[in-house]
């Protein structure tokens, strides 16, 4: 059963969805598109956000796509500018895009990790920087920071993207309480979510000599839980709702409590499940 958002209406709305050729993203924007919003879509990948663009033809408001890397922060700072141009106002940004990863902190690289944060943190940070003077002077601002359920408990082979989402968390949280002390018109939430069925991994890489698509193939059968679709529907009703935090599926809602009440035992947790949902060989060990 679709949910409807109680709260806020999302008709005329300029949305902006990065990330949004695949998964997540594209999931987004199909419900907000239905919804009313006017949609900026922007991806790395120009045929996946082509595609995305072709599912919400007709479905409601106006349709932009672009071809934009959140790692490219000129070429960020430059879309921002272009896209309050072409809709003439900015209300929500739903930073999505972002990449996985897996390998052991004695395994990766420094390039590895400096690549994932590139990503996942510095992307949302150019992201939200260059739509934020827009969304204040909308007068109805909204910030939407996917973080994940891996950045409110740690997990092993994670380091790189625990610690990228993580620092979203941070960056996101900081981020509405300066809002609200400023006073400013743009409301934040960080999203969380648990195993979704998505491309996430079967696009993740891995650290050098291991089987990424070994890794790819055990997330998708034990851990990938929920529907793009649920995901999204869970998002634009806690954005609806005005929400801090989403989470999104049973899994994070319950390892977000034990994180809450003993984050050393959702350590020992996440170690114990690692081992019972062995991902990748441990190091030394062949696949
Ligand atoms: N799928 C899950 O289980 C899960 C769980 C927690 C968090 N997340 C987060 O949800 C978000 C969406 O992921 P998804 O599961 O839909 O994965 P996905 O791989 O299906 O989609 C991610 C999209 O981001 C795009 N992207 C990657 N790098 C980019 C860049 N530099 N610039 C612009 N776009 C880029 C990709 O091309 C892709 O279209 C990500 O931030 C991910 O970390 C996913």
Not at 173 to 187: I, S
Not at 201 to 219: K, L, Q, S, V
Request: glycine residues 10%; hydrophobic residues 45%.
């Amino acid at each position: 059963m679709t949910r409807k958002p109680h709260d806020v209406s999302f008709s005329g709305k300029t949305v902006v969805i990065t990330g949004a050729g695949s998964g997540i993203g594209r999931a987004l924007a199909v419900r907000l598109a239905g919804l009313g919003a006017d949609l900026a879509l922007c991806d790395v990948d120009g045929d996946g956000v082509e595609a995305t663009a072709v599912r919400c033809e007709g479905l409601g408001g106006r349709v932009r796509t672009d071809r934009l890397d959140v790692t490219e922060r000129r070429a960020v700072l430059a879309y921002a500018q272009e896209i309050r141009a072409h809709f003439g106002t900015v209300n929500q940004v739903y930073n999505n895009a972002g990449i996985a990863y897996y390998g052991e902190v004695e395994r990766e690289s420094f390039k590895d990790i400096e690549r994932v944060l590139d990503v996942n943190f510095w992307g949302v940070v150019n992201v939200t920087k260059a739509f934020l003077p827009h969304l204040i002077a909308s007068g109805d601002g909204h910030v939407v920071n996917v973080s994940s359920l891996f950045g409110l408990i740690t997990y092993p082979g994670q380091s790189a993207y625990n610690a990228s989402k993580f620092a979203v968390r941070g960056f996101t949280e900081c981020l509405r309480q300066e809002m609200l002390l400023a006073r400013h018109p743009v409301r934040v939430t960080c999203v969380h979510p648990g195993g979704i069925r998505t491309a996430v991994a079967r696009n993740a890489t891995a650290a050098e000599g291991m089987d990424a698509a070994r890794i790819a193939r055990a997330f998708d059968r034990r851990l990938a839980l929920h529907s793009p679709e649920m995901a999204a529907d869970t998002i634009v009703e806690g954005v609806a709702a005005h929400r801090a935090r989403v989470l999104i599926g049973a899994e994070a809602k319950a390892l977000d409590l034990l994180g809450r009440i003993s984050p050393t035992g959702s350590q020992r947790f996440g170690t114990w499940m690692s081992r019972l949902i062995r991902l990748a060989p441990r190091p030394g060990r062949t696949a």
